[in-house]
């Protein structure tokens, strides 16, 4: 059906309005974000008529690998994939083109820090993630894989998606306070991504689920082992599995496939004495290998991360983690978890 608009001034006229417009729509790349082993990632410019302009994120996937029919078809499926998945938690997709014979893809672009940038700025000065800012950040990514884990196709059948990277990486956290979920590169998802499971590993070695670890198929359990490994690290300030002790580092893969296998899983609030018990069950649970045993659903575990940050009716909002990653970069961040901390006891003396 036309629209009336198209009806108003009449159908050709209607096609050359619209072929102008989108002949008006360019990009600008500004400066490189990332760079991996197959593709790059842009800050860039959208430039329209009458001045306008949004920065978006450019993902190109590197033109030797754009020739790999298993790689095109990959980023092909991922922009497919990821376009469709409209959530506050999931960084958005806008449009996969092509230049020459180089494909790229036109993301949202967030402004703030991915998650290994906020670890290493706690590292840096010597503190310890406040641990219900901990939390709330892993509630976040539970949010955004659990509308991805129950995403359907037109039909209504169930896409089956695992993102299977989820990793300190790729995780944003925007200076207005949103966590976002990003690269569903190496996602499994019905008919739409290339996908070798039982004869590869996919995945980050030290992000890995034991399922993935041993080559198995994987479900949307996996994913929730790795918010498991990704909460422990924002309460230790490190990777638990990726300690190799005495181990030379030409055998860091062995070590860590075997770490994830088989390392016992430690007491929490042995090592960090702040840690609630009910927390360390928490990352106990998350961290079953038996994936019959761990949390079952991204809801299940969202729940129980819920309650245990707002059981006493004060916790983290995206604006107050807004407020402690501005003052965690700014000048006197080494002090940030401090200044939380009083402020959390502050609010509390005010309900009693």
């Known amino acids: 059906m036309k629209t009336s608009f198209a009806r108003s001034i009449g ?13 008006e729509v360019h990009y600008e790349l500004t400066r490189k974000i990332a760079e991996g082993g197959m593709g790059l990632v842009y800050e860039a410019t959208q430039r329209g008529i009458g001045g ?40 958005q997709t806008y449009h996969l083109g092509k230049i020459g014979e180089q494909y790229f893809m036109t993301m ?8 290994e940038e906020f670890l290493e700025r706690h590292v840096e000065t010597g503190q310890y993630i406040p641990a219900d800012l901990a939390v709330f950040i892993v509630s976040r990514i539970c949010r955004g ?3 991805a884990h129950l995403k359907t196709d037109e039909k209504g059948r169930p896409l089956g998606i695992v993102h299977r990277d989820v990793n300190p990486k790729n995780i944003m956290i925007a200076k207005e306070g949103d966590v976002k979920l990003t690269d569903f590169g190496i996602a499994k998802a019905l008919d739409l991504m290339y996908n070798q499971e039982g004869e590869v590993i996919a995945g980050k070695d030290e992000y890995l689920s034991p399922e ?36 030379p580092i030409e055998m860091y893969h062995e070590k860590t496939i075997d770490n994830i296998l088989n390392l016992p899983i430690p007491n929490f609030s042995e090592i960090r004495s702040d840690i609630d018990p009910r927390l360390n069950d928490i990352l106990h649970t998350a961290l079953k290998r038996p994936r019959e045993q761990r949390y079952q659903t991204s809801e299940e575990m969202l729940v129980e991360l819920e309650k245990f940050i707002y ?24 002090n940030a978890a401090l200044r939380w901390h009083e402020e959390k006891l502050r609010q509390k003396k005010q309900k009693t």
């Open 11 to 23: 159908d050709e006229t209607f096609n050359k309005s619209m072929k102008h417009i989108f002949n």
């Open 52 to 91: 306008f302009r949004k920065v978006v994120a450019i993902k190109l996937i590197r033109e030797e690998y754009s020739a790999i029919e298993e790689f095109r078809n990959n980023f092909i499926g991922e922009a497919k994939l990821v376009a469709d998945l409209i959530h506050t938690n999931i960084v």
């Open 108 to 115: 949202e672009f967030v402004t703030g820090w991915n998650l």
């Open 145 to 147: 894989l659990g509308y």
């Open 212 to 247: 993935q670890a041993r080559c198995e198929v994987t479900d949307h359990r996996a994913d929730l082992f790795c918010c498991g490994i990704i909460m422990s690290e924002l309460m230790l300030n490190r990777n638990i599995f990726e300690d190799l002790g005495d181990a």
């Open 311 to 334: 059981g006493d009716g004060y916790g983290p909002t995206n604006e107050k983690l807004a407020k402690y990653a501005n003052d965690l970069f700014g000048e006197d961040g080494q």
